[in-house]
């Protein structure tokens, strides 16, 4: 994060955010990105994939759509407020629904358990 914060700070734009909270948003937008990767790889290499399905799609869907928003809040030259709202309203529905997929399988998948909890705060971090 104090990289991202350093960047957002030494941009000749002014962030329409705080720089604080967007350098956190988009830190744990990236952490969940790679936490969902992990753990839809993780939910490969279990005995019974086929009852992970829902939670491999989601988990590849939720890494998708975070490290996408991540990439665009880190744009700082003409965003467009209008694109940046619903963009973290589905980051933040996203990572809802990875969340209670994995929340799911929390008991019996230390992966599942990690990766709803790097959702969870994702899904927080998003409320900019």
Same mark, same amino acid.
């Given at each position: 994060m104090e990289t991202t914060l350093k960047m957002i700070k030494s941009h000749p734009r002014e962030p329409m955010y705080d720089s604080g909270k967007l350098a956190k948003a988009i830190g744990e937008m990236y952490i969940?990105?790679?936490a969902c990767t992990a753990c839809a790889d993780a939910c490969l290499g &279990?005995?019974?994939?086929?009852?992970?399905v829902d939670c491999i799609r989601l988990d590849?869907?939720?890494?998708d759509i975070c490290y996408t928003t991540g990439a665009i809040l880190?744009?700082?030259? &003409?965003?467009s407020k209008e694109l940046l709202?619903?963009?973290?309203q589905t980051c933040r529905t996203i990572c809802n629904l990875c969340a209670?997929?994995?929340?799911?399988?929390? &008991?019996m998948h230390t992966h599942c358990k990690v990766c709803g909890e790097a959702c969870r705060r994702c899904e927080q971090a998003c409320q900019l």
């Amino acid at each position: 994060m104090e990289t991202t914060l350093k960047m957002i700070k030494s941009h000749p734009r002014e962030p329409m955010y705080d720089s604080g909270k967007l350098a956190k948003a988009i830190g744990e937008m990236y952490i969940c990105a790679q936490a969902c990767t992990a753990c839809a790889d993780a939910c490969l290499g &279990e005995e019974k994939v086929a009852r992970l399905v829902d939670c491999i799609r989601l988990d590849l869907d939720c890494a998708d759509i975070c490290y996408t928003t991540g990439a665009i809040l880190s744009r700082m030259t &003409e965003t467009s407020k209008e694109l940046l709202q619903p963009l973290l309203q589905t980051c933040r529905t996203i990572c809802n629904l990875c969340a209670m997929e994995c929340e799911k399988h929390a &008991e019996m998948h230390t992966h599942c358990k990690v990766c709803g909890e790097a959702c969870r705060r994702c899904e927080q971090a998003c409320q900019l």
